[in-house]
């Protein structure tokens, strides 16, 4: 899909560090942040991919919410902290 949008930030410059952050209009923050969801446990990974669209322009799951799990390195913790988000989240 972005392939198909794909420009480059500047016709002068035929690659750039921020290329990605102007192909996926997502900010230089987002873009440090997205990385940090590979830490997640491989139960946890799927679920977050299959969460639904944002309703009123608000998430039900916001993105520093998720990150603090990510950033728990044991598994089974992180999937303890994962359903307790998910069981208040409905």
């Known amino acids: 899909m972005y392939a198909l949008n794909y420009?480059?930030?500047s016709p002068a410059v035929?690659?750039?560090p921020a290329e990605p952050v102007c192909i996926l209009n997502v900010t230089r923050a987002r873009m440090?942040?997205?990385?940090?969801?590979?830490l997640l446990a491989p139960g946890i990974k799927e679920p977050v991919l299959r969460l639904p669209a944002t309703e009123n322009g608000r998430a039900r799951?916001?993105?520093h919410t998720l990150r603090r799990v990510?950033?728990?390195p044991d598994w089974a913790r992180q999937r303890e902290e994962w359903a307790g988000l998910t069981t208040h989240a409905r």
């Open 61 to 63: 799951l916001a993105e």
């Open 14 to 16: 035929k690659s750039c």
């Open 32 to 38: 440090t942040q997205l990385p940090n969801l590979l």
């Open 70 to 72: 990510a950033l728990e």
């Open 7 to 9: 420009r480059p930030c």
